[in-house]
């Protein structure tokens, strides 16, 4: 079935798969510019086949909307956000763990993972990192 011929957007990410269209997983449709939006940001496809005639009465998706759809995704979690913006602040292990009332390794294991996900070497590091990229 073809985007293009049934006004579809067609969202697909390497896994985990939902349904396949030949080698690429589709995890989402939308029928509307406001859904694609929702979809994208929800998903965080790596492709996007998209019908650029979608049926809205004439209105297209906003290319500057979809960008920003596209590149304001953070890997982060919640709580990683958390521990890295008191860690720009200058907080400690044990001054972050009492701020957000989490064991010090539970704030260590979100640091680790935090520099893990974006190859970065220090806490503080990973903080600058984020702050570069506007995820905090």
């Given at each position: 079935?073809?985007?293009?011929?049934?006004?579809?957007?067609k969202i697909a990410v390497p896994s985990p798969p939902s349904k396949t269209e030949?080698?690429?997983?589709?995890?989402?449709?939308?029928?509307?510019?406001?859904?694609?939006?929702?979809?994208?940001?929800?998903?965080?496809?790596?492709?996007?086949?998209?019908?650029?005639?979608?049926?809205?009465?004439?209105?297209?998706?906003?290319?500057?909307?979809?960008?920003?759809?596209?590149?304001?995704?953070?890997?982060?979690?919640?709580?990683?956000?958390?521990?890295?913006?008191?860690?720009l602040q200058g907080l400690t292990v044990v001054q972050t763990s009492e701020t957000?009332?989490?064991?010090?390794g539970a704030v260590r294991d979100h640091l680790s993972s935090a520099v893990q996900?974006?190859?970065?070497?220090?806490?503080?590091?990973?903080?600058?990192?984020?702050?570069?990229?506007?995820?905090?």
């Amino acid at each position: 079935m073809s985007a293009v011929a049934n006004k579809v957007l067609k969202i697909a990410v390497p896994s985990p798969p939902s349904k396949t269209e030949g080698d690429v997983p589709v995890v989402a449709e939308a029928a509307t510019g406001e859904e694609v939006l929702r979809q994208v940001q929800r998903h965080r496809p790596d492709v996007v086949l998209l019908d650029l005639d979608m049926p809205e009465g004439g209105r297209h998706i906003d290319n500057e909307l979809f960008v920003q759809a596209m590149t304001s995704y953070s890997p982060l979690t919640e709580r990683e956000h958390d521990v890295l913006e008191c860690t720009l602040q200058g907080l400690t292990v044990v001054q972050t763990s009492e701020t957000l009332h989490l064991s010090t390794g539970a704030v260590r294991d979100h640091l680790s993972s935090a520099v893990q996900k974006t190859a970065t070497q220090t806490r503080r590091e990973v903080a600058r990192y984020a702050r570069e990229k506007n995820w905090i």
